[in-house]
């Protein structure tokens, strides 16, 4: 064939003929290539395509038009790869104790710390403890005093079987609740699993002491990144700051499970109950205290029956929010017992 002879464009979507020793019939013919999927169109009469290039076009954009034939190959690897991390992802998450979140940063810094609406002061309560069928299982009391810009709560019930239950916290209340100390002790045969819990909320260290099931008492000592949203201790007290109609709030615990682990619980308006108290009426607001475990454990627990039920708080909301009542488990295997408030019995002469 001669330079004067005429032949087809190396484009497969171009009918013009060249002439010469070139390839390509124009510059926007050579710009795409030998591509047939790209859409395109020369400047010569009875060209097939569909789309006129400019003859403008830089000449950056005869790469990028040639890269568009890759294209499909790259998303395609691109859904491969996906594929084999959501693969990794599930596998780690059934290994893994506590699934992703051990492997995620931690949410202290972000947790937010609950707001004091309501500042607490000097309380002596009595209280009782009962079983939902009305039986007096334990009496109790709750105090809470002053030391110095920190308060102490102690809750206390004696059973009637001589067991125990006391909790002991100590916190602050600048704008936000913090809880500084907190101590648990549950004795005797009302308790599934008798235990004492000690923690330390600033330094975040917390011991357990428990005795196995071979009599034998056993120490459980941990070092836990705690969240400035804490909880041990103060869930009557921050039910009592929030607003009737807000949003849930989360907030974060120290249990024994004997090791102790660090769980999050969920307070939320959970309905509205009245009550009389001689002859006047009164709305009193239904919280609903959730624990959610996190990780495999706590996907896996309501399938074996493990998951602790809700506790329930009545308050009666206000310019001076009150405690009424409260039905919940007081430990982990314990049953749903109820607290109430009880008035003193006076004794005639």
Known sequence: MTATENKKSAHPNCSCQVRGRGKYCSAQCE????????????????????????????????ANLRRLRHHRFTLAK????????????????LVMPEGFSGALPSSTETAVPPKVLHLEGLLHGFLVLRSLEGEDLAEGQITQVAHGDRLKITLVFHFKDTSLYQEDVVFSQHRVFRVFS??????GSAFKNPLELSLDGSAGEATVRYTNSDGKEVVESERLKLAQDLANGLITTLVKNIQPGAASMTLSMVVATPKPRVVKVVISEDGAAWFSVGNSTHKAVRYAVKIELKGVPGLVAPLVGKEPPDTHIWVLHGEAPAYLKSEGPLCAGCPVWR?????PAWKNK
């Open 339 to 343: 607290i109430e408030l009880v008035s």
């Open 78 to 93: 691109s859904l491969r790869r996906l594929a084999m991390l959501l693969a990794c992802a599930l596998l780690f998450l």
């Open 182 to 187: 907190y101590h648990l002790t549950q004795k």
């Open 31 to 62: 710009a795409a290539g030998d591509a047939p999927d790209i859409d395109y169109k020369c400047e010569h009469p009875g060209s097939p395509g569909r789309i006129q290039l400019s003859p403008a076009i830089p000449r950056q954009d005869k």
